[in-house]
């Protein structure tokens, strides 16, 4: 069984930064890619940042130059550095996780984290 946790959401200010931090636990043989979405009030939700196996990264056109995505193998952990956040990127951010475990491959979602940006 396979578990996607992501963690380090949380209030600040516009200008500010957070760490969010998706952990992957379990029969885990490879995480082939990781992916950071959220989802704004009323909003349908999009994709903002995601790394491959092999590192190469993507990112959304809004949050490029202000958000670094990278991966501690070792760990089953992607981060995701906000920096220089906008009001506009409050939303309630979801982690992704490609995963292949024995036998199988399948895509999980972890709870999500809110993410609130004051003014």
């Known amino acids: 069984q396979v578990q996607v946790a992501e963690s380090g959401g949380g209030l600040v200010q516009a200008g500010g930064s957070l760490r969010l931090s998706c952990a992957a636990s379990?029969?885990?043989?490879?995480?082939?890619?990781i992916s950071w979405y959220r989802q704004a009030p009323e909003k349908q939700r999009e994709l903002v940042a995601s790394i491959t196996g092999g590192s190469s990264t993507n990112y959304a056109d809004s949050v490029k130059g202000r958000f670094t995505i990278s991966r501690d193998n070792a760990k089953n952990t992607v981060f995701l550095q906000m920096n220089r956040l906008k009001p506009e990127d409050t939303a309630v951010y979801y982690c992704?996780?490609?995963?292949?475990?024995?036998?199988?491959?399948?895509?999980?979602w972890g709870q999500g984290t809110q993410v609130t940006v004051s003014s």
């Open positions: 992704n996780a490609d995963i292949s475990v024995p036998f199988r491959r399948g895509n999980y």
């Open positions: 379990g029969s885990i043989a490879r995480i082939n890619a």
